[in-house]
């Protein structure tokens, strides 16, 4: 077996990605792999299949709720606090490139959503001086960084189980450089790291050398294996003396192994992209009616001509000609359909980008829908923030720092997802249904941002045509008014 061959347990894994990394590549992605994701019809010409697929666009709600649930965690920045001095530049550098721990963590929550799991390596600068201690590594100003593996390129791995206790012996990572040659071409090569308790042995094969391969795109793509020799390129001492990668997790069966945390909203995005699909072809052939002529000879036929200050004129007084068009029964069964997919998809996952209408849904059932849906971004984000406050006790260990410190690592401690399309529609019912004072509403408001922070409850009494009466409204003194009720929620439809 070659060095980068995968697991199986990896090979089994990452066939469940294969959608997931299309759907995130959107339309282009779709249109490239369409024999696989948009079937070729009975009977359908080669010419017209290809046609029907340039036709076809994805609705994109699964990239679209994975980058909202992102951006909408990582819209503050993460607190840390307990850690020691030594380690605190890693909160604005994480990488060793610039890259802040917010940011860092936001990749790693994307592919937790997108993969079920994630991956950071704690890796150290090669030095130019070989055994020395850490104090001189400190001095000369080499310190430990984070390195985000992606799920796609972890692809073996070896467990040791001691006294009840799992230790990793080694894992494998493919990744691939570029260099430039002297006449400014670009060489690729694939290389594969074997991360080992004690040592760093690193791979490496020259893709010219392998006959017809292609190396893989640029992107978000499953590794390839082919034929052709590695070379042992060069063996770098491991002084940590264990393998320094943990992991997060959102849907976890198994050390380093995951099922995509999205997968049923995946099916569904693909179902929506194929019904699309043949709603788009079948409005394409209804939306051109076409002539029906009866009763014409040959010959009148030949010379007819179907245009503006033209007369058609035949000897057969029964002739005809008359437009055939579509009655469009099955268009609005298609469109139904099409709402019925992402309706589907709205339960599926898509909460933060579907909110229901206000007059239909109450708003405690809009926020038992949203709890649902944010169930897996918190599980996710509970298991990033371990995997980081992980991180930093492996970075002092580099340093060789007292380890006797507990590192804190909060993400979005009140992650609150929009499940409205109109947030403040949904803010008023909301306020409504709890009876909130004017001044707590407008507090409230200003938190979440719909509302400048100069804005008084004064202000909002002067401004007209906004529906907001009842929310500010004071509560009545009078002894016949038994209950604040809201007013009837379809007194805010908009028109």
């Not at 640029?218 to 052709?228: A, D, F, S």
């Not at 359909?337 to 996952?349: A, F, N, P, T, Y």
Request: aromatic share 8%.
């Amino acid at each position: 077996m070659a060095v980068n061959t995968p697991l199986r347990a990896y090979r089994e894994m990452a066939s469940k990605w294969e959608l997931p990394l299309a759907l995130m590549g959107g339309t282009p992605r779709m249109r490239k792999e369409a024999a696989k994701w948009l079937p070729q019809n009975p009977n359908e010409s080669d010419d017209l299949y290809k046609l029907r697929v340039n036709r076809s666009f994805l609705f994109n709600v699964y990239r679209r709720t994975i980058t909202s649930m992102v951006g909408n965690a990582f819209s503050d920045n993460i607190k840390i606090s307990g850690i020691p001095d030594e380690l605190s530049y890693l909160e604005y550098n994480a990488n060793g490139q610039g890259q802040s721990i917010t940011e860092h963590a936001a990749e790693l929550f994307e592919d937790a959503l997108l993969f079920g799991k994630c991956h950071n390596y704690v890796d150290f600068p090669n030095s130019p001086i070989q055994s020395v201690d850490a104090v001189t590594y400190r001095n000369l100003g080499l310190r430990p960084y984070l390195a985000r593996i992606s799920p796609l390129n972890l692809i073996g791995w070896d467990l040791a189980y001691n006294n009840g206790f799992e230790s990793v012996e080694h894992i494998r990572i493919l990744d691939s450089d570029i260099t430039l040659t002297e006449d400014f071409l670009e060489q690729e090569r694939e290389i594969v790291r074997v991360i080992k308790p004690d040592v760093i042995e690193i791979y490496a094969r020259d893709y010219s050398k392998v006959s017809g391969y292609i190396p893989r795109p640029v992107g978000m793509t499953l590794p390839q294996t082919g034929e052709g020799d590695f070379e042992l390129i060069d063996t770098i001492p491991n002084s940590l003396g264990y393998v320094p990668i943990q992991s997060g997790y959102a849907n976890k069966y198994g050390t380093f192994l995951a099922n995509p945390t999205l997968e049923d909203l995946a099916w569904l995005n693909l179902q929506h992209f194929q019904s699309s699909s043949d709603q788009a072809n079948i409005l394409h052939v209804a939306r051109v009616p076409f002539l029906l002529g009866a009763g014409f000879e040959q010959e009148d036929s030949d010379s007819l001509t179907i245009a503006a200050n033209n007369m058609v004129v035949t000897n057969n007084k029964d002739a005809s000609i008359k437009y055939v068009e579509h009655t469009g029964t099955s268009i609005s069964a298609g469109r139904q359909h099409g709402k019925d997919i992402e309706e589907q998809m709205h339960r599926s996952g898509a909460d933060i980008l579907f909110g229901k209408s206000v007059s239909r849904q109450t708003a405690q059932a809009r926020k038992i829908d949203q709890a649902e849906a944010l169930s897996v971004a918190q599980i996710s984000i509970r298991s990033i923030e371990q995997m980081l406050e992980q991180n930093y006790k492996v970075a002092a260990d580099w340093l060789d720092l007292d380890t006797d410190f507990e590192p804190t690592v909060s993400i979005g401690a009140d992650l609150n997802l929009a499940d409205d399309p109109n947030p403040v529609q949904g803010f008023v019912t909301l306020c409504d249904w709890m009876g909130l004072k004017p001044e707590v509403a407008l507090a409230e408001a200003k938190r979440r941002g719909l509302l400048a922070p100069h804005i008084t409850v004064k202000d909002i009494e002067m401004m007209e045509g906004l529906q907001t009466e009842s929310l500010f409204k004071q509560p009545s003194d009078s002894s016949d008014d038994d209950t604040n009720q809201p007013e009837p929620e379809t007194s805010r439809e908009d028109n």
